[in-house]
């Protein structure tokens, strides 16, 4: 069992940045591959970024390719996402999730998943 935990939400203006947190506890993170996704009102969940167990391989959805960035920290049990240029249309709420998979980007292969925190990106 894992346990996920994602911080760092809030509200912020178009333009700004955020950088959000997840806080694994539970069996060993080092060996999960980190996933982050989000989910706007009316909408399916979609993928925003991965990372492999140790950081060397990242997966980006295109409309986040340049603006976030997803890195992990396994002394500290901890996933980051760093959240740049920020628009109305990133709204949602962000979840954090585990894969025993390299990087994944399809829903299906998470296993473990966090609550989300709420990102909202004020024009």
């Known amino acids: 069992q894992v346990q996920l935990v994602e911080s760092g939400g809030g509200l912020v203006q178009a333009g700004g940045s955020l950088r959000l947190s997840c806080a694994a506890s539970?069996?060993?993170?080092?060996?999960?591959?980190m996933g982050w996704f989000r989910q706007a009102p009316g909408k399916e969940r979609e993928f925003v970024a991965s990372?492999?167990?140790?950081?060397?391989?990242?997966n980006y959805a295109d409309s986040m390719k340049g603006r976030f960035t997803i890195s992990r920290d396994n002394a500290k049990n901890t996933v980051y996402l760093q959240m740049n240029s920020l628009k109305p249309e990133d709204t949602a709420v962000y979840y954090c999730?585990?894969?025993?998979?390299?990087?994944?980007?399809?829903?299906?292969?998470?296993?473990?998943w966090g609550r989300g925190t709420q990102v909202t990106v004020s024009s």
């Open positions: 539970g069996r060993s993170f080092g060996n999960y591959a």
């Open positions: 990372i492999n167990w140790s950081g060397s391989i990242t």
């Open positions: 999730a585990t894969s025993p998979l390299i990087a994944p980007i399809t829903i299906g292969n998470y296993r473990y």
